[in-house]
């Protein structure tokens, strides 16, 4: 271990002399309105090789961790004091987790010098989130401006108008959803410590498994009123004559956007760019499931250190890595139509939360475990 320290020493010297030459400076300043490309490129190839040059010899100064616990005081390989013959699977290991998939609990089992099987459940906490969906009428959005940034009038302020005459109450030109996640996952992964004298830096993978549902949005019930009045003007509507002037207002619907591209519905053919027209779903309610796969394969790296610093029995340790969702998640409307593929230019907060969710091609895991080795 001494000679790993005096080979780090003695390239820190080098460095520090190679740094303060004036024809060796990593960084030095460029003339304004110019840059050269080549010379930034050496500049930036020789920082790279410093910091993964610096960065081996401290990982190689670093002690071995029997049984992936952290640093102990023992300088000598204690492996041969803590393996024998035939022990795998007799440590145990009790964490709990928390991050971006969940709350969790799990065990481990280191099964030889390198190598440690994990096992455990992920529970997402229901947090809510607001999303408006826009409403149309007569085949129109509800809410349109012009290039100035004003609002126009549209269809669907003389719905307004009749309903109000109608029956007192004001109808709004939206409803409300309330989105959460739903994502529950059993998980089974390996994590591997491929540095033979430092145990803190590992690499996992795995698989988690769960529901294949792990998002939706259901109606809020600040909508129902809303809801109600829509129920009540489209009946009036079929129910009206060919002279009634509220056959000149059209249906009211709801409008998540437009078509994303040409799409046959029934015997009626959408162009790209026309206005997707979504009726209530039988029971007068409006819904949406963001799906992916059931099993979803996770890599990832992680380091590990002491919780208390006198005890290797309790560590921490962190790790950041990506489970695999197999392709752009679904995002269905109670209909059926997919809002990811097949739907663009969602207003408002709805388009935001299905954006983020299309653009996520992998659902990124940032977790912190707090460890407990049993026995």
Known sequence: MSKARERSRRL????????????????QPLKAGSIDLPCLYHYMRRII???????????????????????????????????????????????????????????????????????????????????????????????????????IRTPFDKIEQYMYEQTGMELDDHIVLTGKMTMNNWKLLVDVYPLKYNKHWHLTAGVY????????????????????????????????????????????????????????????????GDPYLADLAADGTVSTSVRSNAVKPYVGIGYTGRLVSSRDDWKVSAELGVMIWGGTPSQRLHDGMDLSRDVKNIPGALGDYVGVIKALKVYPVLSVRIAKTIF
């Open 49 to 151: 090789i410093a910091c993964l040059t610096l960065c081996h010899f401290t990982m190689a100064d670093a002690q071995y961790i029997p049984a992936f616990r952290p640093d102990t005081k023992v300088t000598k390989d204690p492996g041969e004091d803590y393996w024998s013959k035939g022990n795998s699977f007799r440590h145990l290991e009790v964490s709990l987790t928390a991050g971006t998939s969940g709350i969790g609990l799990d065990v481990a089992v280191p099964i030889c010098r390198f190598l440690q099987i994990r096992a455990g459940y992920d529970y997402m906490p229901r947090f809510k989130k607001s999303l408006n969906m826009h409403l149309a009428g007569g085949g129109q959005a509800a809410r349109q401006y012009n290039e100035a940034g004003n609002r």
């Open 209 to 272: 498994w769960g529901p294949a549902e792990f998002a939706q949005s259901t109606l809020s019930s600040e909508s129902s009123k809303t809801i109600a009045l829509m129920e009540s003007y489209n009946q009036s509507y079929e129910a009206a004559g060919d002279g009634d002037a509220i056959k000149g207002y059209g249906r009211l619907t709801l409008y998540p956007g437009d078509y994303a591209h040409d799409i046959t519905q029934g015997l009626t053919l959408h162009h790209q």
């Open 12 to 27: 820190r010297q080098s460095l520090e002399v190679k740094f303060q030459h004036p024809h060796n400076q990593l960084v």
